[in-house]
């Protein structure tokens, strides 16, 4: 698990919005940024590693919405929703809050929003 297989897991779900990876690539409004987040969920099975069947990548999102803080908790909750209850073949995410986290705004009047998540994962030999 990546944090480019995050990307486009959202820009799968939301084609309009512009997605970066490790920074918010531009001041652009509506734009989402994903970040590695430390997590302590990570445990090796009795055995080693090759008994370990599943991992834990934690992941920040931030949203950087627009002026208007209406359509920005929209767009956050477009984006928490993707991530809310999911479980694919590979793949399952626990959201570490109720609710995208307002952050206030920038030195723009952007408000902005930030999700974490732990996203459980298949280990690839």
């Known amino acids: ?21 490790g ?11 994903v970040y590695d987040r430390q997590t302590n969920l990570n445990e090796i099975a009795i055995g080693g590693s090759s008994n370990t069947s599943c991992a834990v990548k934690g992941i920040k999102i931030l949203i950087h919405g627009s002026q208007n803080a209406a359509d920005t908790e929209k767009l956050a909750y477009r984006v928490y929703n993707i991530f809310y209850g999911r479980i694919t073949a590979d793949w399952w995410c626990n959201i570490r809050h109720d ?23 298949k280990r690839k030999e």
Not at 1 to 21: F, G, H, Q, S
Not at 26 to 31: D, H, I, L, T
Not at 99 to 121: L, Q, R
């Open 99 to 121: 609710a995208p986290v307002s952050i206030g705004t920038d030195n723009s009047n952007i408000y902005e929003y930030v999700i974490n998540v732990d996203i459980w994962y």
């Open 23 to 33: 920074r918010l690539g531009s001041s652009r409004e509506n734009a989402v940024a």
């Open 1 to 21: 698990m990546t944090l480019t297989d995050v990307r486009k897991c959202i820009k799968a779900e939301l084609p309009d919005v512009n997605v970066y990876i």
